[in-house]
């Protein structure tokens, strides 16, 4: 990617791929090295980021798709314990598909994994990224002009309208 032109990649470590289910003490069942404790389960993304560290520069961006896994505490711990390995920026998605375990304010517009971005956003120092279920370009500038995420992403409205965006500006101000 470095060589290609990319001024970053991002590992996925999310939706119940092999990064989200070797870090995940729900999936991860090894006994080896690479199973167990938490640092453990952490062990192949840092020597993934420290290979990735070794032939690139510091102008290279390392971020990661990061998902979650229901239990808050544990996701913070996760987010802090990949931003000191080197990862610049997280955007928090779905993990493991599991049983929801947050409770949400019911005056809380946004789901359970916007939510996680908020309050991890709140434990790193890194830019975080949310994503899902945001929907309009309305609900992403809330959630960035109020300080709570850093950037929104969008997936369902872009498959759902390939003309999403320009849709979007048009109804709001930016046009």
Do not use: W
């Amino acid at each position: 990617c470095k060589d290609a032109g990319c001024d970053g990649i991002e590992l996925h470590g999310a939706h119940g791929f092999f990064l989200n289910m070797i870090t995940s003490e729900k999936s991860n069942r090894r006994k080896d090295c690479y199973g167990g404790d938490f640092n453990n389960r952490l062990r192949l993304v840092r020597e993934i980021v420290s290979g990735i560290q070794e032939f690139t520069t510091d102008d290279f961006i390392i971020s990661y798709r990061f998902g979650g896994c229901n239990n808050l505490d544990v996701d913070i711990c996760m987010a802090q314990a990949l931003e000191q390995m080197g990862i610049e920026m997280l955007h928090v998605s779905s993990g493991i598909a599991m049983e929801q375990s947050l409770s949400l304010s019911s005056d809380f517009e946004y789901n359970e994994i916007v939510y996680s971005g908020i309050e991890i956003r709140k434990s790193v120092r890194i830019p975080v990224i949310a994503v899902n279920d945001i929907q309009t370009i309305e609900r992403a500038d809330y959630l960035i002009e109020n300080n709570l995420i850093d950037f929104t992403a969008f997936g369902k409205p872009f498959l759902a309208d390939d003309l999403f965006l320009v849709h979007a500006l048009n109804q709001t101000n930016y046009a």
